[in-house]
């Protein structure tokens, strides 16, 4: 009574901090008769806080064992070598603490911290002690004892360090590592290992106790620790393991051992096979040998562990669970050791009273049904193995019923099928064996079908690899005598997973079995087997495929790609043509001729244009064929023609080398053959719809492409009559139309909408084509022509397609395309979201401008240049909501970390510059495009709710008198919408201006500076020069409405330079005025005056108008000193006499030619015999001793003319006899050699 007074008032000064593991206690534990009768009497003694009254809610019940349970996975054990060496450096961390005051703390809490503080000083004693005197059940404390074993396991829970005042009694947080895999771990010798497993409350149990301990001991030996020296600690035994006397802890020192993946070592505490008849010891024998299989495979351990199976199979001690082990390897083993003592085994097994192989089976099939939730797909596909080997050495027995199995083997099939719905649903292989791959280096590597590319959680099967199961199936026999109405689904999912797999022909005498009951099912299995063939036959994959794991080094240039033969493709095409005749001879609807043409598609080469043999050779005759197959191969043909075949990069990348006006002449005749296609099934079917619509998209995108390809007068006379083909074909949908709204369809009208705004596909339309405002209100008027609720329904669906396929349209166009299309659909209620877009669009442009203003007044000459402002003008709302638009003023691909918000970068002062310069270059010279800094900010426009951010300066000259105004520039403006971005044009009004005059009127210009630099540096010429330098704020005027000429001594003989340019665009000042620069060069020679006196003055240019700043230099050597306007010159300017000097030099030149002459004539002796001793005949004839010597001659001997192309011809001769293999001439390399060395010499 007294211990239980004490414990509850211990528990009452700790209950707010258990209150929560009571609570779960509570829930998750039901109380037993001890603890009901023990809190029975708790509740008997008055608590201190409250008076001595009835309680109307009942205390939670407390257990010290469950508590403790409850503590110990969160206590924090730090065995860290960091940690033990900080401990083992505070020496009298205990006298200080002493003096700490501590908080009481619960019987359960210190039962915890002394377990912990026993386990960091390996106070293994005190560790035992714990487990078997603190719990009151064993079963609580083995618990207790297997929780400690997994906190070990793993990297300790670290205790945070901030820092809190020493009186605080608030602990740190604790957490778990951040890094688990290289977090530091504890640190356990293997002799505290033995330690530890002493401490166990009970025996160690070999399916949990054994295994944790094990994995402790293989971290532990890997840290180090020599294996012999364990095994020597073991030898001599502890309480629990080892020793040499108990047969039992040798046992548990072989388990452990084995554990710990030293099977070598394992067998020093076995006994022999034949010394031992207990059950349990066999079975570790028999998994010991296996472990030393695993290690190094030999025939003798297999046998061995047959042998011990066998042994625990045949004991009548053995208990059902091991047998049931034991069967499970005894199955595994059998197809692995001598072929006859395996097979006569399990034949045995099912013959007699075929007691054993019900066992088997039952066995092995209970096993593999009720693992189908184990996360590991290994040891799954392991069961299903040994499931088809048992049942397989059951079928192949033919003196025995097999009827009387078919229960058991319908449930052993069950388990597969199981296995396989769940793998075709989740697995993401696509090969039934390892397959061999290269990546984009040439480097190859083999692809395995069992690896997975998507992670699954732990707690989660993984998946088998589909090709594994397929390997473990069950086969025809087995089948037969499952269920009648399984049958079908067995068929069906072997035809499934060989297509999953990439194995069509595999999979295609299951399609057949299914076709014939299942037509349904058939069908959709053989349009995926067509699909899955097209793929495995397709020339244009890219069959490439990185290992994501690794690769090796070295690059393989021809594994690039390989040019497909035409051989090749005729064998795809004609086995395709057989495939597609078995399938049209399954008892089975039509296949889907869109998926058909998919398949021809597929496996003819991209680079290639469809031939009309190879198009019969697979679908037959035209007039015979379907008027649906022909639309659909049509179309795929179209389709190519305007995209992949015209693509020069297509024929470079299929290695075709075909040039531009080669490629043009494939793709006329491929729309010749296509519109002679649909002409031939037209005539055969005249009022199918289709056809006609297919040609009429056929002729629209051919006038495109030609005119394209050359500008052509018909062209508008052409497409005029397309137009008229796209009515016919929409005339004949109306007639042939019916009340069936399965096989409405709007695909005519589209395409006619689509041929209206330029192209026959969304994905076709410029903005170079010109829309056609008439064939929309034809559009529209044929939709009326349907019958009412026809023309509803088919209203509604092209409205509610206006939105739907925005995304396929070009930014550039959307509000194009918007436009014209609510010029058909109306107010329609399916166009809604169209026209929200539209509006969004129009909203757009409306809330920004273009604005161009002339840089001062608009007459502007024709000889002089002037600028114009471009600015976008804007209201505040729009600027706030877009973000601003100062990335207009940025070349975004030239930044490595640009971003555009959902948009493809762009170089946006480029396109600008780009666009202006097309626009105005017919009629001016476009002499720069200057922009504004990307940080400018906009300012008032001068209207409430308005802002400007000034953007451009354009320099311009008009090149004509006639040029009477500026045409519109544009800018694109990109925003977001539902479809992806938008592009909208905003572009200016146009300006007038007056270029007549030869010098149009003087622009502003503010804080001019004027530099005038004199250089003497040439005076010895007779010239003097002088550098004139002038910039401003705005353009800074030509030269003579700058200075005036003083003519005093000097005359000026030419000027130079004078070209403006722009450093920058001022956003301080009010008009974003541009910062000019003009230099000049003027040269300036003496006057008749100015020779006749020794010393001269000179006097800089006058200033003509008002300037900020004038500054007058001169050079004195390299550096620029100031001086006055008026300056005496230092140089004298009298032109030097060369005419002494000119004799002299010439004088030089001839005495040096003829010693030269007469040296070169006596080196040519010496060098003549030097060369005739140069030019051998080799002594090793060879092609390339031959062209060695024939190079040699060419390039030291100065042959005439004739004789040069001669031996040209003889070393051109010899490369094409030896490295060109289509030559089949014959040369005499020796007689080569010898007539051109008698030449040489």
Known sequence: ????????????????????????????????????????????????????????????????????????????????????????GKIDQDKKEEGNTKQPKSPADLAIESLAENIIKSNWSGVADFFSSQFKKTDNANKAYLSLLDTLALPPRIRSTRTIPSSSPVPGKVSPPRNMAYAEKHLLSPTDILYLGDACPIDLDEKTTIPKLGRLLKTALSRGHFPDTFVSLLEKGTKKIGGSADSKKRITAARLLLSAGLATEAGKFLPGIDESDDPDELDIIANYHLALHSKEPKEGHLVSAWKATQLVLANPKTVQKSKESALERAVDLAPKIEEEKGAQWLSASFTGDAKLGREVLSTIGALTSSGRSEPSSSARLRRLTLQKTATESLLNISEINHNEWSEILNILALNWLSEASYSYQRDKSKTSSPRMRWDQYGNMYYENPKVTSVATPSNVPGPIASGELLKVRPNENWIRLIDTDLQPQFSTLYAQLFLKVNEPEEAFPYIQKISTDYPETGKRLAEEFLRVWADNNDPNANRNRTYRYGYMYGYNQRANSIPLTRSKQERSLTELAKWVSKLQS?????????????????????????????????????????????????????VNLATVWRDPKTQQDAKTKRKDDEILAEVITGYEDVDKILENSIKANPDNWRLHLRRACLALDKINFQQEAEKSSTYTIDRKNSYEMFSKATELY?????????????????????????????????????????????????????????????????????????????????????????????????????????????????????????????????????????????????????????????????????????????????????????????????????????????????????????????????????????PSMQIDLDFLDTGGYVILPIATAQIPIDSKPKMGDPRPAENLKIVQILDEREADKGLLKVEVKASSNGLVPNLNQLLKPSFDHFTRTDESGGEISIARLDAESKSGSP???????????????????????????????????????????????????????????????????????????????????LKRKRLANSESNEKIAAFNVPNEITPFSVLRLLRKIHAEKGFSEDIQSQLDESIASVERQYFDRENEQTLSLKDIAEEWVNRAV
Request: hydrophobic residues 35%; proline residues 4%.
């Open 1075 to 1157: 910062i000019t620069e003009r230099n000049w060069t003027l040269t300036f020679a003496k006057t008749e005056k100015g020779k006749s006196e020794s010393a001269l003055s000179f006097s800089f240019p006058e200033q003509v108008t008002e300037t900020q700043e004038m500054l007058f230099q001169r050079y004195d050597d390299a550096d620029l000193v100031a001086t006055s306007q008026t300056l005496q010159l230092e140089q004298r300017y009298v032109k030097k006499n060369s005419k002494w000097i000119g004799l002299a030099l010439l004088f030089v030149l001839i005495a040096g030619a003829i010693t030269l002459k």
């Open 1 to 88: 009574m007294k211990r239980l007074l004490f414990t509850n008032i211990a528990l009452q000064l700790s209950f707010s901090s258990v209150l929560f593991a009571q609570a779960r206690i509570v829930k998750e534990i039901p109380p037993s008769e001890d603890k009901k009768n023990l809190q029975s009497n708790i509740n008997k003694i008055p608590s201190k806080n409250t008076p001595t009254v009835t309680e109307k809610k009942a205390t939670p019940p407390t257990d010290l064992d469950t508590l403790i349970l409850a503590k110990l996975p969160k206590v924090l054990i730090d065995r860290r070598p960091s940690s033990l060496l900080r401990n083992l």
């Open 586 to 638: 399954l008892p089975i609807d039509e296949i889907n001729q869109d998926k058909l043409a998919e398949a021809f598609t597929k496996i003819h080469s991209r680079a290639e244009v469809y031939k009309m043999t190879a198009i019969t050779k697979v679908f037959g005759s035209f007039e015979k064929m379907s008027p649906k197959t022909v639309a659909a191969l049509a179309n795929t043909m179209r």
């Open 734 to 966: 109306i007639s042939a139309s019916s009340e069936n709204v399965e096989e409405e369809t709007t695909e005519a009208f589209e395409h006619w909408f689509y041929a209206a705004l330029g192209a026959s596909d969304l994905g076709a339309l410029r903005e170079t084509q010109v829309p056609a405002p008439r064939q929309i209100d034809k559009i529209k008027t044929a939709l009326s022509e349907l019958p009412d609720k026809s023309a509803e329904r088919h209203l509604a669906r092209f409205a509610n397609a206006l939105a739907a396929r925005i995304s396929s349209v070009k930014p550039e166009l959307k509000q194009r395309y918007l436009r014209h299309g609510l010029s058909i659909a109306g107010d329609h209620d399916k166009a809604s979201e169209a026209k929200k877009l539209f509006n969004y669009y129009n909203d757009l442009t409306n809330e920004i401008q273009l604005v161009a203003r002339i840089d001062g007044s608009s007459t502007v000459g024709h000889e002089s240049p002037f600028g114009v402002f471009v600015d976008i003008r804007h209201t505040k709302e729009i600027e706030r909501e877009s973000g601003g638009f100062s990335k207009y003023l940025t070349n975004q691909n030239n930044s490595s970390y640009a971003y555009n918000y959902g948009r493809p970068t762009q170089n946006y002062r480029e396109k600008f510059e780009d666009i202006t310069r097309s626009a105005l270059s017919e009629h001016f010279d476009v002499m720069s495009v200057t922009f504004h800094d990307s940080k400018v900010t906009s300012r008032g426009a001068g209207q409430e709710g308005w802002r400007i951010t000034p953007y451009a300066y354009v320099l311009l000259k008009s090149r004509t008198p006639e040029v009477d105004k500026i």
